[in-house]
């Protein structure tokens, strides 16, 4: 079995496609109402779907895709839903990456050569995958230990940047929102990986 089939059985059927900026866009549906982007993110398990900067209703997501950059507004919000210092935010959300290009479209779902793809995952599936890919690309994937923004900007955003698996446990908000069960783990994987 080569490496790629490794990884999809790792990643099993809970996974999405991811695409910025795809130029197919027209050939698919609009959410009905502004969402989250975790919502998104379970809805395009179903069916593919497009989301534009109008489509979210999210302010850290807005952030991650680079709509939207209040740093100082968003982390007092967060301060006053979770009573962590400002400053601890702040210094996080420092370590939070943004995409620093317009963003005109997210595409997501199962579509053809998507940019990245998310996954949720059971722990010891994690780390199957983990050592595999220490066996493939001696690296380790990135583990953001950080509670908010999690499928947006550390799954979906620095998967995109870095090219690298990431894995997350999860927010709040993507925990409610988003679908992701109590035993599943969050998990993008570049499609580099998957193309090979």
Not at 20 to 47: G, R
Not at 77 to 99: D, G, M
Not at 142 to 160: D, H, L, R
């Amino acid at each position: 079995m080569n490496y790629v089939s490794q990884i999809q059985n790792i990643l099993g059927d809970w996974q999405t496609g991811i695409k910025f900026n795809s130029i197919q866009s027209s050939e698919y549906n609009s959410p009905k109402k502004p969402m989250k982007f975790c919502e998104a993110v379970v809805d395009s398990l179903h069916t593919p779907l497009v989301i534009r900067k109008e489509d979210i209703d999210c302010v850290g997501a807005q952030r991650s895709f680079g709509f939207y950059r209040d740093d100082l507004k968003l982390a007092s919000q967060i301060t006053e839903e979770t009573n962590i210092p400002t400053k601890f935010i702040l210094n996080a959300l420092n370590e939070t990456p943004v995409i620093d290009h317009p963003v005109e479209n997210i595409l997501l779902g199962s579509i053809e050569n998507p940019d990245l793809k998310i996954a949720f995952v059971k722990p010891d599936k994690i780390t199957k995958l983990i050592l595999l890919y220490a066996a493939l690309f001696e690296e380790k994937p990135v583990i953001s230990p950080y509670f908010f923004m999690s499928i947006c900007g550390n799954i979906a955003v620095q998967t995109y940047i870095t090219n690298k698996i990431c894995i997350s446990f999860g927010c709040p908000e993507s925990r409610k929102h988003g679908g992701i069960l109590e035993d599943e783990i969050i998990v993008g994987i570049p499609n580099s990986l998957l193309n090979k």
